[in-house]
């Protein structure tokens, strides 16, 4: 990106099993000169701690809506006007019902109320979840918002078994957060 001042990644990670995937997704996009922050749900960090987020990305990680912060800001608005891209990755079922209702009862979801930033998902859940028609009307109010989807793909799930749910390819993720950003 040259001596331009870095495009800045809100990445959002939630509680899926695909978790780990989401330290791919962050080397990449810092290899392709994009700053990413992450900010991780609280069931998030039962998966992984946040520690390994703040390694890869250099930058702290945040979670709690009520942190008390390094230094005084209201956080969700810093972070949501510093961002040129929200990427929720992995997203879950979850997540996706709390967006789609408005509810900002986290970080995450208050951030993404607050930014006037773009906002990429990239569902990843078990096939049943992700086809319940729930989820399915979520996704659709979202995409009729304005919110982009990338994904899932079919591939092996948790279960062992294979199906739509997977999240999508890390290239296909990159991909699109640089076409949008």
Excluded at 60 to 78: C, M, N, Q, T, W
Excluded at 94 to 116: E, F
Excluded at 154 to 161: C, I, Q, T, V, W
Aim: net charge positive; aromatic share 4%.
């Amino acid at each position: 990106m040259g001596a331009e001042q870095k495009k800045e990644v809100i990445l959002g990670v939630t509680a899926s099993i695909s978790i780990y995937k989401a330290c791919d997704i962050l080397r990449r996009l810092t290899s392709e000169g994009f700053s990413v922050t992450v900010v991780m749900t609280r069931d998030a960090e039962e998966l992984i701690r946040p520690i390994v987020f703040q390694s890869l990305s250099g930058n702290k990680v945040y979670s709690g809506l009520f942190d008390l912060p390094r230094d005084y800001e209201i956080e969700h608005v810093a972070l949501a006007d510093r961002a040129d891209l929200v990427l929720i990755a992995p997203a879950t079922a979850n997540i996706i019902a709390k967006i789609s209702a408005g509810l900002c009862d986290d970080l995450l979801t208050c951030i993404v109320c607050a930014t006037k930033s773009p906002v990429l998902i990239a569902p990843a859940m078990n096939e049943n979840m992700y086809l319940n028609r729930l989820t399915q009307a979520n996704i659709a109010k979202l995409k009729s918002l304005g919110y982009k989807m990338i994904g899932p793909a079919k591939g092996k799930l948790a279960n062992g078994k294979i199906g739509l749910g997977h999240l999508a390819s890390i290239e296909d993720i990159v991909r699109e957060v640089k076409k949008r950003i």
